[in-house]
């Protein structure tokens, strides 16, 4: 395979962005690449399978600012972010070829990664490889990090969680039930609406788009209020949670999407909440847990198998 | 004493309040009271030594709403708020005439404790009594659990102190000197400031109405970012914190001043730093922690008494 050039496809960072982020931000292109990590390197090359476009992304489109916990992309390289990848060359004693991994990786055909300690061995492949972008992967871990080890969640208590259908907030919900809570989750259609409640499990579901006043709607779904609430959108939905949280309440703050493409951020006027109620609102980024991931890997593959086999034993009938 | 009647001046809250209050939301008067506990109540009668005027009672003149965690006063009955008062009689076998007590009282010359089980029996007397308003009641029993409990303070980390030279704030600040943090507080004078750092020990101070750039103060004070706030006034000067916190930065909300008085609450745009700074925030009210004033007391009076042996040793000299 050496010195094999090969044409690689890129997707190209333009320029730093301000409010929402059109196409030409990015730029398809293709250049060479020799499909081996240079020699005397601990780099790996890799074959890109799954690539996954996740919100913080766009806090690295952003000129380099205060509010940024990565940093930002570079304008004129490529974009990197979450993905799955097959080893095809390694200068790493921990990396082979053929070897299969997650991690961060670049928005290409093949990308060089030249840390690869970041990258995760994929260790179970009897389930779609792309649940490593999604339940097996970054997203798993921050809905279990946040819900399950960080917001204390009790059987019997009141769960909500906003953009409920998204990566993360599917599978938070998902966590509430196997712990006894009870979930409602937001979501900005009817047809996420319809699933959270038909596959996911969700109590009950609704669509924020249609709800004018968003403290009534929670009013609604907890006459007598929230336990826990898992933030994803921030902005009015926050302000409208404050209101009806229970005394000791916690939120988890795991992401705010609803704020991201704003220069000017949405007001949130009810904090005071957090005094009268005692709650607490911790915030988390799921690198700060990686140490959890096998943990968290195994709790999660037991219950993905098990639901696998009850949709086969559901197939073939009783 | 038995029959005795005194005539008993109080300050009766008059209707609720919107806004700032005015003197004539409360009315002094008078009326006759009966030195006694009503024969077979387990009441107790005390006279008022200390009556205290604490922030959080401007909640209390509100019309009862959501963001109240004590009930509202009520319109054309004596105010309440805590005091230091002497038994006069008691119905209550834990009670005896003579006995000291702090607690919640009422804002008049005698009060009729009807369930005087909220009361705690004043144990050091080598103090001024007035002091169990202060640094042994209320207001130190929060500075103890909101940064001592609840913000995780560790050597050398950097504090912030809102309304430092109020009575729970400059207690924060010289527990955080216990510690050994770095501790800078603001206020609203400069005879504020200059008593928080010749008196009460904080490594520097300012004078918020001064500073028209709230955020361009901090970064002066805290070049580094602030491990941890303590939070007594909101609105704007929490918005300028959450940008000046750094990762893993806890801040205790024990109040929000600066809003009580307002109808519509000020804006907090900043929230996002909670996820990218991974920020603990945590509410919380004294009256849910009084099963830890035994060992505050200890520690407190322990500190009060070193504090005055070396300012009498410093007055009679080497
Ligand atoms: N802290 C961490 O480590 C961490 C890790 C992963 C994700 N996150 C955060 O978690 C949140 C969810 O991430 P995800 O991976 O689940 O995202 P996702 O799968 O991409 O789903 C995002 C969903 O958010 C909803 N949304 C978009 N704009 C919104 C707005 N203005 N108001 C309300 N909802 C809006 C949309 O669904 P609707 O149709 O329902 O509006 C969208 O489908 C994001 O805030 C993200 O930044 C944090
Ligand atoms: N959670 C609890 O259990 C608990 C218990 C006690 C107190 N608290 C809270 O802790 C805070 C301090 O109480 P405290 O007993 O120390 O009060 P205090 O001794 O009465 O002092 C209050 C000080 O707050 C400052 N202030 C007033 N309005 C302000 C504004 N608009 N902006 C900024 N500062 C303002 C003033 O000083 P300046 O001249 O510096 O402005 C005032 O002297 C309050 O928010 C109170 O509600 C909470």
Redesign the interface.
């Known amino acids: 395979m050496a010195d094999e050039k090969v044409s690689n496809k890129r997707i190209i960072f333009k320029d730093y962005v301000t409010g929402y982020p059109k196409d030409d931000d990015m730029i398809l292109t293709s250049s060479d690449i020799e499909l081996k990590a240079p020699s005397g390197s601990a780099a790996v090359l890799i074959k890109n399978l799954y690539l996954s476009c996740d919100p913080y992304m766009r806090?690295k489109m952003s000129k380099p600012g205060?509010?940024?916990?990565t940093a930002a992309f570079t304008p004129g390289s490529v974009i990197t972010g979450y993905g799955v990848g097959r080893v095809v060359d390694s200068g790493h004693p921990n990396f082979h070829a053929g070897d299969l991994v997650w991690g961060i990786t670049g928005w290409e055909e093949y990308s060089l990664i030249k840390a690869p300690e970041g990258l995760i061995k994929i260790k179970y492949t009897d389930v779609p490889l792309s649940y490593y972008t999604g339940i097996l992967g970054m997203p798993g871990l921050a809905a279990y990090v946040g819900f399950n080890e960080l917001s204390s969640p009790k059987k019997g208590e009141t769960v909500f969680v906003s953009a409920a259908s998204g990566a993360v907030g599917q599978l938070v919900g998902q966590f509430a039930k196997l712990i006894g809570c009870y979930v409602v989750g937001s979501a900005g259609s009817q047809e996420k609406v319809d699933l959270l409640k038909s596959k996911f499990g969700f109590d009950d579901a609704f669509n924020y788009k249609e709800e004018h006043d968003l403290n009534a709607a929670l009013k609604r779904h907890f006459p007598d209020g929230i336990d826990i609430y898992f933030e994803n959108v921030?902005g009015a939905m926050?302000d409208a949670v404050l209101?009806n949280m229970r005394?000791h309440g916690r939120i988890a703050?795991?992401?705010?999407i609803s704020?991201y493409n704003l220069t000017?951020?949405?007001?949130?006027?009810?904090?005071?909440?957090?005094?009268?109620?005692?709650?607490?609102?911790?915030?988390?980024?799921e690198p700060?847990h990686k140490h959890l991931y096998p943990q968290f890997l195994e709790l999660a593959i037991q219950h993905i198998r098990k639901a696998a086999g009850l949709r086969r034993r559901r197939r073939r009938g009783p």
Chains 1, 2 share one sequence.
Do not use: E, P, T, W
């Not at 205060?66 to 916990?69: D, E, F, L, N």
């Not at 703050?253 to 705010?256: D, K, P």
């Not at 005094?275 to 988390?284: A, D, E, L, N, T």
């Open positions: 806090g205060v509010q940024s916990y921030g926050l209101l005394n703050v795991c992401g705010m704020q000017v951020k949405d007001a949130v006027h009810n904090l005071m909440c957090l005094v009268s109620k005692r709650i607490r609102m911790q915030g988390f980024i700060d």
